[in-house]
């Protein structure tokens, strides 16, 4: 079955940086784009990025574009989210997706998620 | 961006109910629209893809409808299991946008 599992969540400072990871098992994970979902406490979901099956198209909500970024190693079926100059906004769980599959854009399977807390 | 607006953000039913809950788009999302399901303190399930497909496992209870702008997740009979928070979402184009969320508790 699909499995997909989430760390590096931590507390972290404004201005630092934090790297997440997800390891995937029970499905082709080189065949599937990724996604990441964020959930602030008490708040709804929202999509942060996406990631395609090979590596070499992305797609990021605005308000994470040039600091959070979504990478992949299909050899380790391993997706990453490196997070860099952290907010106080950012602050959530972090939900690593499958997608669907084909051109699809939406999530059939997901992760536990990390809890990530940007604060002094 | 396409806002995605749920209705209502909450409601109360009795096992047994009839329940629908609506989600209307920005702009024309054709059938590029998902229904996720949230139980307190776990990550959210797939229900309902392509407007009206069951994803896997989902019980027949549930259905869905629409096309264009306007959309709607119906549970034709609720199950003490139900209780929870539903999001619609457009797969359209990114960036990708859910709905505000509907809380389904019980009366």
């Known amino acids: 079955q699909v499995q997909l599992v989430e760390s590096g969540g931590g507390v972290v400072q404004p201005g630092r940086s934090l790297r997440l990871s997800c390891v995937a098992s029970g499905f082709t994970f080189s065949s599937y784009a990724m996604h990441w979902v964020r959930q602030a406490p008490g708040k709804g979901l929202e999509w942060v990025a996406t990631?395609?099956?090979?590596?070499?198209?992305?797609y990021y909500a605005d308000s994470v574009k040039g600091r959070l970024t979504i990478s992949r190693d299909n050899s380790k079926n391993t997706l990453f989210l490196q997070m860099d100059s952290l907010r106080a906004e950012d602050t959530a769980l972090y939900y690593c997706?499958?997608?669907?599959?084909?051109?699809?854009?939406?999530?059939?399977?997901w992760g536990q998620g990390t809890l990530v807390t940007v604060s002094s | 961006d396409i806002q995605m607006t749920q209705s209502p953000s909450s409601l109360s039913a009795s096992v047994g109910d009839r329940v629908t809950i609506t989600c209307r788009a920005s702009?024309?999302?054709?059938?590029?629209l998902n229904w996720y399901q949230q139980k307190p303190g776990k990550a959210p399930k797939l229900l309902i893809y392509g407007v009206s497909s069951l994803h896997s496992g989902v019980p027949s209870r549930f259905s869905g409808s629409g096309s264009g702008t306007d959309f709607t997740l119906t549970i034709s009979s609720l199950q003490p299991e139900d209780f929870a928070t539903y999001y619609c979402q457009q797969s359209y184009s990114t960036p990708l946008t859910f709905g505000g969320g509907t809380k389904v508790e019980i009366k």
């Open positions: 702009q024309n999302i054709r059938t590029y």
């Open positions: 990631l395609s099956y090979d590596g070499n198209t992305k």
């Open positions: 997706a499958k997608n669907y599959g084909g051109n699809s854009l939406f999530c059939d399977y």
